[in-house]
């Protein structure tokens, strides 16, 4: 890490300042291993890798929408919007992968569309996701207006559009492509494929991006603006980029939505508003922003989503699970309130 | 900032800015306006009619004390998203505790909203925890509790006197929730401005480091902002049980953002240090006169969503606006 | 050393934010090879001219030539292209970063920066985040990045405020070094001692116009100040200074505060007292502590050893509520950590008297009106700007802090830099307010990074070196020189 000492206690100290940055991140990590092991011994019913894959498609759409909030959190802001955003991208992927939707009172289901089809119409939503976002960004920054109050009411905007496109559940999706997140694996059984495709958009759309410029640009606005303009960063263009990215990683949970559940339905993203923040805080980002990474907030995802597994498994009534997980999130922020708080008061 | 400045010209923006009141009451009665020529022109009825003025005032009422904690929660640079589940658990009380007598049940549904009040105050100002999770935290499991509680325990319909309360008006016109809501919002008005509790919900918001340093102990100004939050919100549940005569868990639920945006509306900063209570009041008439609006239209839900949105983002740009060229 | 040709020109800038004009018609020139001072009070419109030079806002009007091309700096970036490169007083690097990723962020190159770093004798470690770097150092490495770009005109806004003499001294050296290349250096300050040392020129704003471009040698402080001022109000000002100087002899009260092997932080067993009609000032260089103890007497942080006792009782605070219960009020140099920039005056002012639940209750207005009025005509508040407080200028800004301890009452007054970053007729106004609460009969702490002042406010001055006081010098002798011996830990026959 630092190869240059200047002062004796340089080397002791590298240490300290490693599990500084990085010991959240394995905390959670560390986390998910204790609940997976939990999970594992709390069942009798012989554990295999259908489970492993449940667990995967359970998750990945939180995993997305997570990382999307996380960075927006991390440039400074906050994206209300990602829920519905979701559902809207769900519902119109599910109207327009199919050649005709049926009807639902009748009984006659939706016919599915070709898998070219399917994925074209991802390709466009995934654009779609990207340019809403933008201009979500580009409304803040225009407007001068706080961006809970913008996404806020971009959440009605979303949530209103998606109910115009279905308004009951329905549609369909190619079965081809839902097989892109369920059966069969990559290179093990044990490896779902849901977690190698989030493992690759996290290099892909992450990775390439976070130790250059434009990852650092996001940083330093969430840090401190002025430093970062008087810096020579071009503010309103990173924020804008944030957002985007919001878009698009909500748009890939929408999508992930109607992969895993092969039908669209306009309510389907209301809850993920609030688990993702509920994620990114628990994966150690710091609401602040400037602070944090995005890999502690997929795992963070995991661990919610394995909460909520093992909740229904230990035949828990799903309201007491929703109370329990409900309560365990608070509980979680609250110990970290109390982390900042004792690292301010010691100057740490 | 210099001695040589030229002379003001008529500083509209900045008249908005400071005094959102008037320009809101503008929007209301315009608003109402637009309303009654709409409904002639749909069923050949006139709005402006005693009945529908007093059940606008009716209507608004709740949707005015969920807001009225909104505002100083948000005065303090705060929000409380749990407002919406903190009515609906006082409204369960209610009809849970009616076979003991009404006072029992309205004792017992306010202090549980001051209860959950005390929870989220504690999160927010001792723990640190950022107040949209805590609260929205607190809002789930609430929710959740209530799920549990209305599955094992019989909910009667709610008391007499409540329902008067919440659904019936005297002389004919003047509903009987406003005998709630008329005088807490005097309090709630006369107390940001002369009291020094009022002073120092402004300057938490303000500048909670600055206040410190002048021997504020922050937490307690916060602990005491949510837990009023949360009693104010009971006691919009109550009137909520009142009007509807029975209690369900999605009793509540779409008053939640409308309670945001009445305070947004009513010009109050969501960064807190600026704002006030009498621009929340006619933000909730606003938003109350402008769901009629939309029901006589025959809005879809989709409609009423995006409309929503887009005048929550077109009047918080204006106070932007205003704020920043100040 | 005039520069025969003009690098920078600035003429006929005018800015405006809606109604109030920052800067009416000002004129600058910058000639190449020379160290050129910005002078000019608190809303004179000396930080508009360098944030239009720098590019962080743009002109109404008026015409900006560079190396003799006319330029339109659009933003910090265009700005550090062109070759002006700012530094300005709050460092821009991004605290959340490491020091190395901010030189990435801003496409320096790390060699370079930490050569120039070399080059003054500092080093830094690179990893670091930045947010953890001491703000003098962080204030050197903006520098060195500055210098790493080559820039032909370097702007220095306020640099040396609050930097050590050690560091300042440096970068005094970095702008002689840039001079000599040929090059030109920007130099926007409030201490009118190092104009005189090291600058060729200076050019004086007052009212958002240039009143005078002249030879700071060759005028001297009193000519600065009278051009600052106004010729009348600079005479008013030197007559009161007069009068303040021969007034009579203050008698020292009783101790008010007595520190006893007071250990917390870099301090290690510091102890003296304070008495009650004295200012008793706290000379230090940078990081000696001083931030400590005045933390610990203000309450904000709890002392490792030692005993505090006001006016005999023992000093038991864990939170600023308890220190101020027992009359120990703090006076930071950063207003943003003092004042509740939204609201009007009044209530800033009124702050404390509502810090306590016991006092939630209805105000009797006329009562606040009463106090509040008799602190604001005290410090000749300037109370136009009647809306918000963060409108007015960096000096009223300050009296209201000061205000609002008058308005609420102490014991004793701690002042932690309270002069920092405002103009000279302020300080002079602040300086004669010290003075007078101290006549009355106040306990005054005070704190500077600026030394001239101490002979000018305080009755004794006492040194604090490596953890503890190595000396205590009479108010009148309390020169810089005599300071910075007793303050580098060289103990000298300091007799009274």
Redesign the interface.
């Known amino acids: 890490m630092n190869a240059v000492a200047t002062t004796q206690g340089r080397v002791a100290f590298d240490w300290r300042r490693a599990a500084r940055r990085h010991g959240w991140t394995v905390g959670v990590f560390v986390l998910l291993l204790v609940l997976v092991l939990y999970w594992r011994s709390s069942t009798n019913l012989p554990w295999g890798t259908f489970d492993v894959q449940s667990l995967a498609i359970d998750a990945l759409p939180l995993a997305f929408v997570a990382m999307g909030q996380g960075i927006v959190i991390i440039s400074g802001g906050i994206d209300l919007s990602v829920g519905s955003m979701m559902s809207l991208v769900n519902v119109l992927a599910a109207k327009y992968m199919v050649t005709s939707l049926g009807d639902a009172t009748v009984g006659s289901s939706a016919t599915a569309g070709s898998f070219g089809r399917a994925v074209g119409v991802s390709l466009l939503l995934l654009a779609f996701g990207f340019l809403a976002g933008a201009m979500t960004g580009f409304i803040i920054h225009v407007s001068k207006i706080a961006d809970i109050i913008v996404t806020l009411a971009m959440l009605f905007v979303w949530a209103g559009a998606a109910l115009a496109v279905l308004e009951v559940p329905g549609g369909g999706t190619a079965l081809r492509y839902q097989n892109l997140v369920t059966l069969d694996t990559v290179f093990t059984a044990w490896l779902p494929k849901a977690l190698v495709i989030l493992l690759v958009v996290y290099a892909l759309l992450w990775l390439t991006i976070r130790r250059r410029r434009p990852g650092l640009a996001l940083y330093a606005i969430g840090s401190n603006r002025s430093a970062a303009y008087l810096s020579g960063i071009n503010v309103p263009q990173a924020r804008v980029f944030a957002y985007a990215m919001s878009g698009t990683f909500a748009a890939l949970g929408g999508l992930a939505l109607t992969a895993a559940s092969g039908i669209g339905d306009p309510h389907s993203g209301d809850i993920y508003t609030l688990n993702s923040v509920a994620a990114v805080v628990l994966g150690g980002v710091s609401l602040l922003g400037g602070v944090g990474g995005l890999l502690g907030v997929m795992a963070a995802a995991f661990v919610l989503t394995l909460v909520k597994t093992i909740l229904i498994i230990k035949g828990v009534d799903q309201n007491y699970a929703q109370v329990i997980q409900g309560s365990l999130i608070v509980l979680v922020v609250m110990i970290g309130g109390l982390a900042i708080r004792q690292k301010g008061k010691s100057g740490g | 900032?210099?001695?040589?400045?030229?002379?003001?010209?008529l500083?509209v923006r900045g008249t908005v800015a400071?005094n959102p009141a008037i320009v809101l009451t503008f929007v209301f009665i315009a608003l109402f306006v637009a309303t009654d020529i709409v409904n002639r022109a749909q069923s050949s009825e006139a709005f402006i009619t005693g009945r529908q003025v007093s059940t606008t005032f009716l209507y608004a009422a709740i949707l005015g004390l969920m807001a009225a904690g909104q505002t100083l929660v948000m005065l303090t640079g705060g929000?409380d998203l749990s407002v919406a589940t903190t009515a609906t658990a006082s409204a369960f009380m209610i009809s849970s505790f009616a076979r003991d007598g009404t006072v029992v049940a309205i004792l017992v549904a306010l202090g549980v909203g001051l209860g959950i009040g005390l929870v989220n105050g504690t999160?927010v100002a001792i723990?640190?925890?950022?107040a949209?999770?805590?609260t929205?935290?607190?809002?789930?499991?609430t929710?959740?509790?209530l799920?549990?509680y209305s599955?094992k325990r019989f909910l009667a319909a709610a008391p007499d006197f409540v329902v008067r309360l919440g659904s019936e008006r005297f002389l004919t016109y003047i509903p009987y929730d406003l005998l709630v809501w008329a005088p807490i919002a005097a309090l709630i008005i006369l107390g940001l401005r002369?009291?020094?509790?009022g002073?120092?919900i402004?300057?938490v918001g303000?500048?909670p480091?600055?206040?410190?340093?002048?021997?504020?102990?922050n937490w307690?100004v916060l602990l005491?902002v949510y837990a009023l939050c949360g009693l104010l919100s009971a006691a919009a549940g109550i009137l909520l049980v009142g009007f509807n005569n029975a209690a369900d868990l999605g009793i509540a639920t779409p008053f939640l953002?409308p309670s945001?945006?009445a305070v947004?509306i009513g010009g109050t900063?969501?960064?807190g240090?600026?704002g006030g209570y009498a621009g929340t009041i006619l933000g909730a008439l606003i938003l109350t006169l402008l769901d009629s609006l939309l029901t006589i239209l025959d809005a879809?839900?989709?409609?009423?969503?995006?409309?929503?949105?887009?005048i929550?983002?077109v009047l918080?740009?204006i106070?932007?606006?205003a704020a920043?060229?100040? | 050393m005039n520069g025969e040709t003009t690098l920078l020109e600035a003429r006929g800038i005018r800015k405006t934010y809606g109604p109030v004009v920052a800067l009416a018609s000002a004129n600058l020139a910058v000639g190449s090879g020379e160290v050129h001072a910005l002078l000019g009070a608190n809303g004179a419109g000396k930080s508009t001219l360098v944030k239009l030079l720098t590019g962080v806002t743009k002109p109404d009007e008026g015409e900006i030539t560079f190396a003799g091309r006319e330029i339109r700096v659009g933003s910090p970036a265009e700005a550090a292209r062109l070759g002006l490169a700012p530094v300005f007083q709050d460092p821009a690097l991004v605290p959340d970063l490491t020091v190395g990723q901010n030189m990435r962020l801003t496409r320096s190159s790390v060699g370079a920066v930490r050569a120039r770093l070399r080059e003054m004798e500092l080093d830094v470690d690179f990893s670091e985040r930045a947010g953890d770097v001491p703000l003098p150092m962080l204030r050197m490495v903006d520098l060195a990045r500055a210098l790493a770009r080559d820039p032909r005109l370097l702007v220095l806004d306020e640099i040396t405020a609050a930097l050590p003499s050690d560091l300042a001294e440096r970068v005094f050296a970095v702008m002689r070094e840039w001079r000599d290349q040929g090059r030109s250096v920007l130099f926007i300050t409030h201490r009118l001692a190092e104009v005189i040392a090291t600058c060729d020129r200076a050019t004086i704003l007052r009212d958002g116009g240039d009143v005078a471009t002249i030879v700071p040698r060759e005028g001297g402080e009193t000519a600065i100040v009278e051009h600052m001022l106004g010729p009348e109000a600079a005479r008013a000002e030197e007559e009161a200074v007069a009068r303040e100087e021969t007034a009579p002899q203050r008698v020292e009260g009783d101790v008010i505060v007595d520190v006893a092997s007071l250990g917390v932080g870099r301090v290690a067993d510091v102890s003296f007292s304070l008495h009650g009609g004295e200012i008793l000032g706290i000379a230090a260089l940078e990081g000696q502590g001083q931030d400590e103890l005045f933390a610990v007497l203000s309450g904000q942080q709890r002392a490792d050893g030692g005993e505090i006792r006001v006016v005999g009782r023992a000093l038991r605070a864990r939170t600023p509520y308890d220190a101020i219960r027992q009359g120990l009020v703090l006076v930071p140099a950063d207003r943003l950590l003092a004042l509740l920039p939204q609201r009007p005056i009044s209530e800033n002012i009124a702050a404390p008297r509502y810090n306590t639940p016991t006092r939630w209750g209805p105000i009797n207005m006329r009562e606040e009106r009463r106090r509040i009025g008799s602190a604001i005509d005290a410090l000749q508040i300037d109370t136009r700007a009647r809306r918000q407080v963060r409108r007015l200028s960096g000096g009223n800004q300050q009296k209201v802090t000061i205000a609002r301890w008058l308005a609420s009452g102490f014991r004793a007054l701690l002042c932690y830099d309270p002069t920092r970053g405002i103009d000279v007729g302020t300080k002079r106004q602040v300086y004669g307010l010290l003075r007078r609460l101290a006549d009355d009969g106040a306990a005054i702490l005070f704190f500077s990074s600026e030394l001239a002042e101490f002979p000018l406010v305080c009755d004794r001055v006492v040194t604090l070196f490596g953890g503890r006081i190595t000396g205590e010098l009479a108010g009148e002798t309390a020169d810089e020189a005599a300071l910075l011996r007793a303050m580098h830990g060289l103990v000298e026959d300091a007799a009274a």
């Open positions: 900032m210099s001695a040589v400045s030229t002379p003001r010209r500083d400071a929000v999160g723990f640190r925890v950022n949209l999770i805590m929205l935290g607190v809002s789930t499991v929710l959740g509790a799920t549990v599955q002369y009291s020094g509790f002073r120092m402004y300057a303000d500048n480091v600055a206040t410190r340093l002048a021997g504020v102990r307690q005491a953002l945001v945006a947004v900063s969501i960064f240090g600026v879809s839900q989709a409609v009423r969503q995006i409309l929503y949105g887009l929550v983002l918080a740009a106070y932007a606006r920043a060229s100040d």
